[in-house]
C-alpha cells in the first residue's frame, strides 16, 4: 500500500506544524506551502493526494488557488479541504463555487480532519 500524500497550504507558522505533525502521525506523507502561490506550484510538482487549504493566503488566497487547481487537468481530480474560521454565509457559498470536495472549521479539530481524510481518500492507505 502507498502512503498518501497531503499538501497543508496554510500561511500561519504554529497551525500549519501542528497540522503537519497530526498528519504524519496519522500516516501521510506531508508536504507544505506558506502562501497560495508557493501551494500551486507544490501541487503541480507533486500532485499530492489531497490538499488541505487556507483561506486567508498570501499571494494567493485559498479560493484563488482551488481554482487554479481546478481549472487544470493536471490537478483537477485532487480533493481539495477548505479550512477556514470564517464559517459564513458567504465564505460557504464561495467555498461552493470554488468545487473543493469539503470544508473544515478551523481550529481543526482532529477527528474532523482524520473523518474528512478518510472520506475522501477511501482506498488510499497510511504507513503502519
Ligand atoms: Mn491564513
Do not use: A, N, R, V
Given at each position: 500500500m502507498t502512503t498518501a500524500t497531503v499538501l497543508i497550504v496554510e500561511d500561519h507558522e504554529a497551525n500549519r506544524r501542528l497540522l503537519g505533525v497530526l498528519l504524519g502521525r496519522l500516516g501521510y506523507r506531508v508536504l507544505d506551502a506558506a502562501d497560495g502561490q508557493s501551494g500551486l506550484a507544490l501541487a503541480n510538482e507533486h500532485?499530492?493526494?489531497l490538499v488541505l487549504m487556507d483561506?486567508?493566503?498570501?499571494?494567493?488566497?485559498g479560493f484563488a488557488a482551488t481554482t487554479a487547481l481546478k481549472g487544470q487537468g493536471r490537478t483537477r481530480h485532487i480533493p481539495v479541504v477548505i479550512m477556514t474560521a470564517f464559517a459564513l454565509k458567504a465564505e460557504e457559498e464561495r467555498w461552493m463555487s470554488s468545487s473543493a470536495e469539503a470544508f473544515l472549521a478551523k481550529p481543526v479539530r482532529l477527528q474532523d480532519l482524520t473523518a474528512t481524510i478518510k472520506r475522501l481518500l477511501p482506498e488510499k492507505g497510511t504507513a503502519p
Open positions: 500532485l499530492p493526494d483561506i486567508q493566503l498570501p499571494k494567493l488566497d
